[in-house]
């Protein structure tokens, strides 16, 4: 069976064509139970953590400025997980470092069961962001290694769709089980669903083929665009000077991918803290939530299509747009119908962008660096995730939750024109002399 991107040099040819039913096929049976499968399940927990601990923060006396650094907290973990858990996954494996992204949730999620403050709360909502990004960060390099350029796009974005089918039974289910049984039942159920998902990982239920792709060095494609890449031993190239010799395109792709974090991070925070604002409980805001992830779930095959037919710029300039309108549109709703209205554009926007940020990323990652420079490029991007809840925790002390809705749909229009001038197109398509061009 043939998987896209586990090519010989002589092969390299292949990874520039267009993707046939038979090699999807064969990529998707590949990555469905070491990738997909784990995936789904950690999204559910994520989904539901997201959800749960501001409106947690809020019943344990804090203020919505509160509740918004108590989430900021997991910003702060994924951006102190990413780098290492980068370094980790080249030391160790793949499969090693997402066992432990795993672990950590379990251990996150029992502690946010019981904890009777909210110092607790924010310590283990830490934990929860140093557990996804540890998480999310293997599963990406092990994705690069396994699936070629002309895949990715719908690869990370299937994955991605998967992540928000999770993000949307999470919020959904959770919501109501809060508003049932209490905090401490839902945080446990995320806990077992973690520990599932950790049993799962440690049967290593790998294909034969994925088997063999990880005892392999990962293959240079001639179709990935590798600018500045150095020396090829990674052990003498330090992060320093892979950032010196990728700062052009850091400082411009990572500027987007830090505003659209920055954005749905802030989303992801704004939609229950608006909805207490309009005085429904939490059974009320999972339903709107879980409605906005549903239509965002719904975009994921759009997004791949969008990425490997037209070219990454369009998808993340539609994602950064529609977003920034969403939360344009919050800022004025006053009603459950129209705060419903406005999460859905805002979770049509994200769809549109669903993979997005991974598939950059792993297009301009270095084949022989490819764990540190992605783990450098979620530390930008995760950097958003911090600074989103932390400035939105600031303005809403100091001039009021709607003004903070306000800023970050500006940041997403500022993301949106730095993109639009500056982040080249990394999609290259085959004309029909055979080479490649931008599809701009």
Same mark, same amino acid.
Request: hydrophobic share 55%; proline share 4%.
């Given at each position: 069976m043939w998987i896209p991107a586990i090519t010989l040099p002589h092969e390299a040819a292949q990874l520039t064509t267009a993707p046939t039913t038979d090699s999807r096929r064969a990529m998707y049976r590949t990555l469905l139970l070491p990738v997909y499968l784990p995936s789904f399940?950690? *999204?559910?927990?994520?989904?539901?953590?997201?959800? #749960?601990?501001? =409106?947690?923060?809020?019943?344990?006396?804090?203020?919505? /400025?509160?509740?918004?650094?108590?989430?900021?907290?997991?910003g702060l973990g994924n951006m102190l997980a990413d780098v290492p858990a980068g370094l980790a996954a080249e030391k160790f494996g793949d499969a090693r470092v997402m066992q432990a992204g795993v672990a950590l949730m379990i251990l996150a999620a029992t502690g946010c069961a019981f904890a009777s403050n909210l110092l607790q709360l924010g310590l283990f909502?830490?934990?929860?962001?140093?557990?996804?990004?540890?998480?999310?960060l293997a599963r990406l390099t092990l994705i690069s290694d396994l699936v070629a350029v002309n895949f990715r796009g719908q690869a990370l974005s299937t994955m991605a769709g998967l992540q928000r089918f999770g993000n949307f039974l999470g919020p959904l289910s959770t919501g109501y089980i809060v508003y049932e049984f209490g905090y401490t039942t839902a945080f446990m159920l995320i806990a077992a669903?973690? *520990?599932?998902?950790?049993?799962?990982?440690?049967?290593?239920?790998?294909?034969? %083929? +994925? %088997?063999?792709?990880?005892? %392999?060095?990962a293959p240079i494609s001639a179709s990935s665009p590798q600018p500045h890449d150095k020396p090829k031993n990674a052990a003498a190239h330090p992060i320093w000077q892979l950032l010196r010799a990728h700062r052009s395109i850091l400082l411009t792709g990572g500027a987007v991918?830090?505003?659209?974090? #920055?954005?749905? /991070?802030?989303?992801? @925070?704004?939609?229950? =803290?608006?909805?207490? *604002?309009?005085?429904l409980n939490a059974a009320e805001i999972g339903t709107i939530v879980?409605? /906005?992830?549903?239509?965002?779930?719904?975009?994921?095959?759009?997004?791949?299509?969008?990425?490997?037919?037209?070219?990454?710029?369009?998808?993340?300039?539609?994602?950064?747009?529609?977003? *920034?309108?969403?939360?344009?549109?919050?800022?004025?709703? +006053?009603?459950? =119908?129209?705060?419903?209205?406005? /999460?859905c554009v805002a979770g049509l926007g994200n769809g549109l962008g669903s993979g997005i940020n991974m +598939? =950059?990323?792993?297009?301009?990652?270095?084949v022989q660096q490819r764990?540190?420079? @992605?783990?450098?490029?979620? @530390?930008?991007?995760?950097?958003?995730?911090? $600074?989103?809840?932390?400035?939105?925790?600031?303005?809403?002390?100091?001039?009021?939750?709607?003004?903070?809705? #306000?800023? $970050?749909?500006?940041?997403?229009?500022?993301? #949106?024109?730095?993109m639009a001038r500056f982040v080249p197109e990394t999609l290259k398509k085959q004309t029909p002399s055979g080479a490649t061009k931008d599809p701009n």
């Open positions: 399940l950690m *999204s559910v927990c994520q989904g539901a953590a997201l959800l #749960l601990i501001p =409106l947690y923060a809020l019943d344990l006396g804090g203020s919505p /400025a509160v509740a918004a650094i108590i989430f900021a907290f997991r909502s830490l934990i929860i962001g140093l557990s996804m990004a540890t998480w999310l669903l973690a *520990s599932t998902t950790f049993c799962l990982l440690m049967t290593r239920a790998m294909s034969a %083929e +994925t %088997e063999a792709a990880l005892s %392999e060095p991918v830090f505003l659209l974090t #920055l954005i749905r /991070a802030a989303r992801t @925070l704004l939609l229950p =803290l608006w909805g207490i *604002s309009l005085g879980g409605l /906005a992830a549903g239509l965002d779930m719904l975009m994921f095959p759009v997004a791949g299509l969008l990425m490997d037919q037209l070219g990454r710029r369009p998808a993340g300039m539609s994602c950064l747009g529609l977003l *920034s309108i969403g939360l344009l549109l919050l800022s004025c709703t +006053t009603t459950p =119908l129209t705060f419903t209205l406005a /999460a +598939t =950059l990323g792993t297009d301009f990652a270095p764990g540190h420079f @992605l783990g450098v490029w979620r @530390l930008i991007g995760d950097a958003g995730a911090f $600074a989103g809840p932390t400035l939105i925790s600031a303005i809403t002390a100091g001039v009021g939750l709607s003004m903070s809705i #306000l800023c $970050a749909s500006a940041f997403g229009f500022l993301g #949106l024109l730095i």
